[in-house]
């Protein structure tokens, strides 16, 4: 059940839905007391960005024989539908408003509608015969002042000089000079791939609410919009949803997938097409190598393990080091690039050990871990240690394996972290954004304390840009951010930003991009370097919290 706040919207609705349900009565209509709840539910959630909730209300009022609210409900499916990028959804459900309720006080509006439509789906001169008609017709001033504005966009940016006669031939366009120097088409379209429906559309929401936000914080936020394509949340629907929106001549740039296989089908797709992509949450290694209209803001494996090699090696002076990690392709990239970058530094891994997922007893790895520090001593040493082995059955610590790499997910963490104290390798403890994680500090307890890592993500950072986007996101949908929204603002912020400095072709933001440098974001600093950002927290866990010790780059 979905909770609302009751807001001065909700009172206009409210009063609104008395009014036509007056109307209703007078003009002999079903009266039905469910509609008028489901409407004030729908307009809800079409105001806080959850269209597919709104739609699903609005086209559950038409399930009900004709009541007050039957054409008000098949007005908002038609805009929730376009909300939602489902172009030739929204014209069909416009035009059953029209010829339904041909009488509907909201004619104007559903034929402005279809203009729009028309407009997103590149048809200019359908959306001129739209926008033509709401103009023509009685109806609304201000719409109709709306749809001559567009007509003349239309008319001086998008049309040949063939088609600007044909239009003046039906008397559909006003006389027309092109000027000296042509204007360049704006590209005032930012373009959202996320899962809105499918098992993932709860991350596609998110990725949706911190997107809108931005574009409803700007200062002029009719500059910039938002076209949302639903991925289905598979590749082969990331794929569809990024050629539906390559048809928008007026698309600046796109943002998403949310997850890493749909992003690499979409990114192949932008790349060929010379579309910019921010990638906000795939980590996918590589994934800049399709092609210089990728970029990606995450963090990737590769990263987390250079930067954490760097912080061991260069900071901590640790020389001798050991490696566990899953036999996944985010375990091999983790554990091979920390090896790679640990020995470019001077240090030296003097074993990698792998595990299986599900795996609970980690003995066999971990005593090679020993048996490989062991190596490590003198002669002398070692006999030594042996004999006292024998005779007491009590390991003796070793602490010449100075450094160890835990690469896992939280409760793998959890369980790893006191098996080594019970194999009495006394070391210190390192990792990636695995152990980032609630789980890690109540499973671990006090085996997992000082541990250092790196993150992607710090919901604890005070900074006052982070402070301020928190209140901003709790303010508009009454909840916290997670990690998802708060990349899906970051994303979207870049772009507008560039915007807001003069950037309006996809070439110039490229290279707007590419400058980026300590940007103060809502997750944190982001810094590119070849299209990916390079910058990650690095924590440790202190006491029963997780803590920032600095921001590595």
Same mark, same amino acid.
Request: glycine content about 8%; aromatic content about 8%.
């Given at each position: 059940m979905r909770k609302y706040r009751l807001s001065k919207l909700s009172l206009t609705v409210f009063a609104a839905i008395m009014l036509i349900s007056y109307v209703a009565y007078c003009s002999g209509e079903a009266f039905i007391p469910r509609v008028d709840a489901l409407f004030v539910q729908g307009v809800e959630s079409y105001k806080i960005g959850d269209f597919q909730a709104a739609l699903d209300d609005f086209q559950g009022i038409l399930q009900f024989p004709s009541n007050q609210l039957s054409s008000t409900a098949q007005l908002m499916v038609a805009k929730t539908l376009y909300k939602l990028g489902e172009y030739e959804g929204a014209i069909q459900a416009a035009q059953k408003l029209l010829e339904t309720y041909p009488r509907t006080r909201y004619a104007p509006h559903a034929v402005y509608l279809i203009g729009g439509c028309r407009f997103r789906q590149g048809k200019y001169l359908d959306a001129v015969e739209e926008y033509a008609k709401v103009v023509g017709n009685k109806g609304d001033s201000r719409l109709k002042q709306r749809a001559q504005k567009i007509i003349d966009r239309i008319v001086e940016t998008r049309l040949s000089p063939l088609q600007v006669e044909e239009l003046q031939r039906r008397g559909l366009a006003k006389t027309y000079t092109p000027k000296a120097e042509p204007v360049s088409p704006a590209l005032p379209a930012i373009g959202l791939l996320c899962p809105v429906s499918g098992p993932d559309s709860t991350f596609g929401q998110d990725l949706l609410a911190g997107a809108k936000l931005v574009l409803r914080d700007a200062d002029n936020p009719s500059q910039l919009t938002l076209t949302i394509e639903d991925t289905k949340s598979s590749a082969i629907g990331a794929v569809k949803a990024i050629q539906r929106l390559a048809e928008c001549t007026d698309l600046l740039a796109v943002v998403g997938p949310v997850f890493s296989l749909p992003t690499v089908a979409a990114a192949a797709v932008a790349n060929c097409v010379k579309i910019p992509l921010i990638a906000p949450t795939a980590n996918q290694d590589n994934l800049i190598t399709i092609g210089k209209y990728i970029f990606q803001l995450n963090t990737t494996p590769r990263i987390q393990a250079e930067r954490i090699a760097e912080y061991a090696v260069e900071d901590l002076d640790l020389k001798t080091l050991a490696v566990l990690a899953p036999l996944n392709s985010r375990g091999q990239q983790m554990s091979e690039n920390f090896v790679q970058r640990t020995e470019e530094l001077g240090g030296k891994v003097v074993l990698q050990e792998w595990y299986t997922t599900g795996t609970t007893d980690f003995g066999a790895q971990l005593q090679k871990v020993r048996e490989a520090g062991l190596e490590l001593l003198p002669p002398d040493s070692l006999e030594s240690i042996l004999a006292m082995e024998d005779t007491t059955e009590t390991?003796? #610590? *070793?602490?010449?394996?100075? $450094?160890?790499?835990?690469?896992?997910?939280?409760?793998?963490?959890?369980?790893?972290? #006191?098996?080594?104290?019970? &194999?009495?390798?006394? =070391?210190? *403890?390192? !990792? $990636?954004? $695995? &152990?980032?994680?609630?789980?890690?500090?109540?499973? !671990?307890?006090?085996?997992?304390?000082?541990?250092?890592?790196?993150?992607?993500?710090?919901?604890?950072? /005070?900074? #006052?840009?982070?402070?301020?986007?928190? /209140?901003?996101?709790?303010?508009?949908? !009454?909840?916290? #951010?997670?990690?998802?929204?708060?990349?899906?603002?970051?994303?979207?912020? *870049?772009?507008?930003?560039? &915007?807001?400095?003069?950037?309006? =072709? +996809?070439?110039? *933001?490229?290279?707007?991009?590419?400058?980026? &440098?300590?940007?103060? !974001?809502?997750?944190?600093?982001?810094?590119? +370097?070849?299209? =990916?950002?390079?910058?990650?927290?690095?924590?440790?866990?202190? $006491?029963?919290?997780?803590?920032?010790?600095?921001?590595?780059?």
């Amino acid at each position: 059940m979905r909770k609302y706040r009751l807001s001065k919207l909700s009172l206009t609705v409210f009063a609104a839905i008395m009014l036509i349900s007056y109307v209703a009565y007078c003009s002999g209509e079903a009266f039905i007391p469910r509609v008028d709840a489901l409407f004030v539910q729908g307009v809800e959630s079409y105001k806080i960005g959850d269209f597919q909730a709104a739609l699903d209300d609005f086209q559950g009022i038409l399930q009900f024989p004709s009541n007050q609210l039957s054409s008000t409900a098949q007005l908002m499916v038609a805009k929730t539908l376009y909300k939602l990028g489902e172009y030739e959804g929204a014209i069909q459900a416009a035009q059953k408003l029209l010829e339904t309720y041909p009488r509907t006080r909201y004619a104007p509006h559903a034929v402005y509608l279809i203009g729009g439509c028309r407009f997103r789906q590149g048809k200019y001169l359908d959306a001129v015969e739209e926008y033509a008609k709401v103009v023509g017709n009685k109806g609304d001033s201000r719409l109709k002042q709306r749809a001559q504005k567009i007509i003349d966009r239309i008319v001086e940016t998008r049309l040949s000089p063939l088609q600007v006669e044909e239009l003046q031939r039906r008397g559909l366009a006003k006389t027309y000079t092109p000027k000296a120097e042509p204007v360049s088409p704006a590209l005032p379209a930012i373009g959202l791939l996320c899962p809105v429906s499918g098992p993932d559309s709860t991350f596609g929401q998110d990725l949706l609410a911190g997107a809108k936000l931005v574009l409803r914080d700007a200062d002029n936020p009719s500059q910039l919009t938002l076209t949302i394509e639903d991925t289905k949340s598979s590749a082969i629907g990331a794929v569809k949803a990024i050629q539906r929106l390559a048809e928008c001549t007026d698309l600046l740039a796109v943002v998403g997938p949310v997850f890493s296989l749909p992003t690499v089908a979409a990114a192949a797709v932008a790349n060929c097409v010379k579309i910019p992509l921010i990638a906000p949450t795939a980590n996918q290694d590589n994934l800049i190598t399709i092609g210089k209209y990728i970029f990606q803001l995450n963090t990737t494996p590769r990263i987390q393990a250079e930067r954490i090699a760097e912080y061991a090696v260069e900071d901590l002076d640790l020389k001798t080091l050991a490696v566990l990690a899953p036999l996944n392709s985010r375990g091999q990239q983790m554990s091979e690039n920390f090896v790679q970058r640990t020995e470019e530094l001077g240090g030296k891994v003097v074993l990698q050990e792998w595990y299986t997922t599900g795996t609970t007893d980690f003995g066999a790895q971990l005593q090679k871990v020993r048996e490989a520090g062991l190596e490590l001593l003198p002669p002398d040493s070692l006999e030594s240690i042996l004999a006292m082995e024998d005779t007491t059955e009590t390991l003796v #610590p *070793l602490t010449n394996i100075e $450094g160890f790499l835990v690469v896992g997910a939280p409760q793998e963490i959890a369980l790893i972290a #006191p098996q080594i104290v019970f &194999w009495r390798i006394e =070391t210190q *403890l390192l !990792g $990636g954004s $695995g &152990w980032n994680s609630p789980e890690v500090l109540q499973l !671990g307890g006090d085996y997992v304390k000082g541990a250092i890592f790196v993150a992607e993500y710090f919901d604890e950072n /005070d900074s #006052p840009t982070v402070r301020r986007f928190i /209140d901003q996101f709790r303010q508009e949908y !009454g909840r916290n #951010p997670t990690k998802v929204a708060t990349f899906g603002y970051d994303a979207a912020n *870049l772009i507008l930003r560039a &915007w807001q400095k003069g950037v309006r =072709t +996809r070439e110039q *933001l490229c290279q707007a991009l590419d400058r980026i &440098w300590e940007f103060q !974001g809502a997750s944190g600093e982001i810094s590119f +370097r070849q299209r =990916t950002n390079q910058s990650v927290f690095l924590l440790t866990i202190h $006491g029963d919290r997780i803590v920032k010790i600095a921001l590595l780059r």
